[in-house]
Nanobody
């Protein structure tokens, strides 16, 4: 049973910081991509940042310069450091994991709420 679990969300004032974590099952070598997505009320889910097995990162324009995605080198743990948070960053943040062990499997976490007050 694959598990993907986020943590670290909460309530923060504008300008503050949060660090999200995502723990996935399996080995780091079996994962080809890990990413963070978010969904605000009434809006579609959107990509925030991603990182590949090779370490290539990608960020949404809205978070560039404010967020940093990273992962543990030994375990399938993903992080998102968010700084200079804005009220428009308020959303449920989801972790996405893509496994590639010869065939592709993808999983979503349950999400963690991030609320930024003005």
């Amino acid at each position: 049973q694959v598990q993907v679990a986020e943590s670290g969300g909460g309530l923060v004032q504008a300008g503050g910081s949060l660090r999200l974590s995502c723990a996935a099952s399996g080995s780091i070598s079996s994962i080809s991509v890990m990413s963070w997505h978010r969904q605000a009320p009434g809006k579609q889910r959107e990509l925030v940042a991603s990182i590949t097995r090779g370490g290539t990162t990608n960020y949404a324009d809205s978070v560039k310069g404010r967020c940093s995605i990273s992962r543990d080198n030994d375990k399938p743990v993903l992080y998102l450091q968010m700084n200079s948070l804005k009220p428009e960053d308020t959303a449920v943040y989801y972790c996405f994991v893509r496994y590639n062990t010869g065939y592709i499997r993808t999983y979503w976490g349950q999400g963690t709420q991030v609320t930024v007050s003005s």
